[in-house]
């Protein structure tokens, strides 16, 4: 059964930072695209960031240059470093992969989901 775990999230003052994981076990994802999307109170679950089974990141243009995408594959886990938060990043972050390589943004791009870890940014 493939699991997607994420950690990491929580409280943080605007202005802080924070790194979220999203473990995977199950299977190994190591040539597939993963991604991490949030879904703030009332809204829908947007995209944030992306990297593919082939090392290229994509960002929404909301997170560019704050938060940064990597992946270890020998651990088969991703990883979300935010800085610079603000306010409006608060909100659920989830975790998915793909059976592809390369995927979208789109949320039906994706096979496989954790279950969020929540972070929240006061000002």
């Known amino acids: 059964q493939v699991q997607l775990v994420e950690s990491g999230g929580g409280l943080v003052q605007s202005g802080g930072s924070l790194r979220l994981s999203c473990a995977a076990s199950?299977?190994?994802?190591?040539?597939?695209?993963m991604t991490w999307f949030r879904q703030a109170p009332g809204k829908e679950r947007d995209f944030v960031a992306t990297?593919?089974?082939?090392?290229?990141?994509i960002y929404a243009d909301s997170v560019k240059g704050r938060f940064t995408i990597s992946r270890d594959n020998a651990q088969n886990t991703i990883y979300l470093q935010m800085n610079s938060l603000k306010p409006e990043d608060t909100a659920v972050y989830y975790c998915?992969?793909?059976?592809?390589?390369?995927?979208?943004?789109?949320?039906?791009?994706?096979?496989?989901w954790g279950q969020g870890t929540q972070v929240t940014v006061s000002s």
């Open positions: 998915a992969a793909a059976r592809k390589v390369v995927a979208g943004t789109e949320i039906s791009d994706y096979e496989y």
């Open positions: 199950g299977r190994t994802f190591h040539g597939n695209a």
């Open positions: 990297i593919s089974g082939n090392m290229l990141r």
